[in-house]
T-cell receptor, first 115, second 114 residues
């Protein structure tokens, strides 16, 4: 089955700096890679996702890159702000025609943005 | 707004008790999932369901069962609770075959087994 590894487990940056979180996956059939953000005491929420036919996707200050050959994908946050402080989870699954098979999550990264 | 509601935010049970965690969604989602969240271990899939009366095991199904009698409701059952089942349990739902595949999570049920 799919296995997703996520690094680092904790990340501390100064406000305004960039943050990068990396994940690797094991199942070459996986084709859907979302990122979820979980603020303290709240539910995880989708912030960005990418499908395997795309190498990069950007949404304002966040971007995700995918290297299918190496089976890894990364989340990039630029110009970090205190409200970016949260736990970030990567995930992988095989999805066909919009349906989503089971999502397998990484172990999470606690991002702390220091003012 | 999609709403995924978990019946209990906090529960305290004793070892050996039977525990029911209920989850209801109001968006006509076909898929429903139960995850367990533990520090350093991320979100681990316990069971999921693609349709009414249908269930499939996730990565850690041992000690758990599920029930999906109606499309909007997905229940997680701990037949005989044990201390190692103390955890945060998250329910989620999504469309199948349409939409983006985004998972919508409930607020979680924190279970303590004494």
């Amino acid at each position: 089955g799919e296995n997703v590894e996520q690094h680092p487990s904790t990340l501390s940056v100064q406000e305004g700096d960039s943050a990068v979180i990396k994940c690797t996956y094991s199942d070459s059939a996986s084709n859907y890679f979302p990122w979820y953000k979980q603020e303290l005491g709240k539910r995880p929420q989708l912030i960005i996702d990418i499908r395997s036919n795309v190498g990069e996707k950007k949404d304002q200050r966040i971007a995700v890159t995918l290297n299918k050959t190496a089976k890894h994908f990364s989340l990039h946050i630029t110009e970090t702000q205190p409200e970016d402080s949260a736990v970030y989870f990567c995930a992988a699954s095989w999805a066909y025609g919009g349906a989503t098979n089971k999502l397998i999550f990484g172990t999470g990264t606690l991002l702390a943005v220091q003012p | 707004d999609v709403k995924v509601t978990q019946s209990s935010r906090y529960l305290v049970k004793r070892t050996g008790e039977k525990v029911f965690l209920e989850c209801v969604q109001d968006m006509d989602h076909e898929n429903m999932f139960w995850y367990r969240q533990d520090p350093g271990l991320g979100l681990r899939l316990i069971y999921f369901s693609y349709d009414v009366k249908m269930k499939e095991k996730g990565d850690i199904p041992e000690g758990y069962s599920v029930s999906r009698e109606k499309k909007e409701r997905f229940s997680l059952i701990l037949e005989s609770a044990s201390t190692n089942q103390t955890s945060m349990y998250l329910c989620a739902s999504s469309f199948r075959g349409r939409g983006t595949g985004e998972l919508f999570f409930g607020e979680g049920s924190r279970l303590t087994v004494l």
